[in-house]
Nanobody
């Protein structure tokens, strides 16, 4: 069993930055690929970024160069550093841990980008 708890969301002005954290329980965290998703009001949930157990990363095109996903396996935590935020980044952000057998989600954290 893996439990995921996101934090770090909030209200930020356009151009600002936030760092989201996702703390995971369970000893298998370091073996799991980790993902960040987001869901804006009235829209489907979309994948944002991923990091493998080995540290390889991949990003949604619209966040490349602005967002950085990282992980600290000693702390069982994955991060999403978000810079140059835009109003269209406003959404609930979710952490996801999954492999072929497992699929876990956090409760989400709200990010609002507005002046």
């Amino acid at each position: 069993q893996v439990q995921l708890v996101e934090s770090g969301g909030g209200l930020v002005q356009p151009g600002g930055s936030l760092r989201l954290s996702c703390a995971a329980s369970g000893s298998i965290f370091s073996t799991l690929p980790m993902h960040w998703y987001r869901q804006a009001p009235g829209k489907q949930r979309e994948w944002v970024a991923a990091i493998t157990s080995g540290g390889s990363t991949n990003y949604l095109d619209s966040v490349k160069g602005r967002f950085t996903i990282s992980r600290d396996n000693a702390k069982n935590t994955v991060y999403l550093q978000m810079n140059s935020l835009k109003p269209e980044d406003t959404a609930v952000y979710y952490c996801n841990a999954r492999n072929v057998l497992l699929d876990y989600w956090g409760q989400g954290t709200q990010v609002t980008v507005s002046s």
